[in-house]
């Protein structure tokens, strides 16, 4: 399947074929656009929670760091191999990540600011 577009001289503004997308003179893939589109949609919902629940339940720093890694890996290989417009789904995905994991540990901190207090509350009601 192929769709072509000629507006003043752009030849090839988007063309579908086969697995890739063509935009302007880059062959994107079409897969990787999907998976970081999708992961993309589920980080906004994971720091959602992340910013109204004020718990670390269910979080893990070290899978965070392990997803950052995993974007820089992939930001490397496009700056490398294909410059393309797929580093910035990279890009802003990395950043949602990252934001994810600041919330974490401004959760760590809120958690551990009211076991403190709890403690404290116990000490002065026994003594």
């Known amino acids: 399947m ?3 577009m000629d507006y003043n001289g752009w030849r090839n503004v ?3 074929q086969g ?3 063509r935009f302007g003179g880059d062959q994107l893939s079409i897969f990787e656009i999907i998976m970081l ?3 993309g949609f589920a980080w906004p919902i994971s ?4 910013w109204t629940s004020k718990s670390t339940g269910g979080k893990s720093p ?3 760091y392990v997803i950052i890694i995993g974007y820089l890996s992939g930001m490397t290989h496009k700056w490398l191999n294909s410059r393309d417009l797929v580093m910035v789904l990279y890009a802003i995905n ?3 990540v990252t934001v994810d994991l600041m919330l974490y540990y401004r959760n760590k901190r809120l958690e551990d600011a009211a076991k403190a207090a709890k403690g404290l509350e116990t000490v002065h009601t026994n003594g």
């Open 37 to 39: 589109t999708c992961f």
């Open 62 to 64: 070290v899978f965070s």
């Open 14 to 16: 988007l063309c579908i």
């Open 94 to 96: 990395m950043a949602m």
């Open 47 to 50: 720091i959602h929670k992340s």
């Open 19 to 21: 697995l890739f997308v």
């Open 2 to 4: 192929t769709i072509g």
